[in-house]
């Protein structure tokens, strides 16, 4: 073997080497801690750790500043997971969450000690929540499975030998009208239940006097 042979065989065995170590090298740093420490790039497919740093994106897009995809699509696949005291708190101007779906539910909420779903409102002509749907044959706006309860709503008891039992403290107004129905069969009936705006009271009147025992009644106010 010439010198000038044993050169080239020690040159290409060395190159061999070096991509080895840089190899090896490079399999460790993947195997190493991969999360995004406060103020290095997020890292996708690792865990990012900021710390007690936040994360901020802003944008000007005119579609989603950030958007997610998940192609698996089947099988209990998740887009976005959050997990938190409050797990995502979103605010908007023409809605603060969407939720739609072509073949499940657009939108599951649960609890296990307070509320599964919560909508309120604070302005003037605000509503909590809305359930809409079309007139039309089996389309429903709001199907409950279970007891309902109403805060504007209780049971008054006409006093044996009264014709007519008072409910106060209520927040009665112009489009405040009431439903009422006796819980006892007896030979006598509700004949009105007046809601009065200026004292904050309904009564209720029954068509004679109500007999030994009294005649609880059930009344609702709604509004129309």
Known sequence: MTQQESAK??????????????????????????????????????????????????????????????????????????????????????????GFSSNGNGLVGRSDLGYGVVGAASDLGGIGVVASAPDEFSKTALDVRGQVRFARSGVVTVPAGATS??????????????????????????????????SGQLRVYLNAAAPAGGVPVAWWLLEV
């Open 9 to 98: 065989r020690i040159g290409r065995r060395g190159m061999l080497t070096g991509l080895g170590a840089a190899a090896v090298g490079a399999s460790v740093l993947a195997a190493g801690p991969a999360g995004a420490a406060p103020g290095d790039p997020v890292v996708q497919g690792a865990d990012n750790d900021a710390g007690a740093a936040g994360t901020i994106l802003r944008s000007t897009a005119a579609g989603a500043t950030f958007e997610v995809r998940n192609a698996v699509g089947v099988g209990g696949a998740v887009g976005v997971k959050a997990s938190a005291d409050v797990g995502v708190d979103a605010s908007g101007f023409d809605a603060g969450v969407v």
């Open 165 to 198: 039992a008072t409910v106060t403290g209520l927040q009665v107004y112009a489009s405040t009208h009431a439903l009422a129905v006796a819980q006892r069969s007896t030979a006598v009936w509700v004949k009105a239940a007046v809601p009065v705006q200026a």
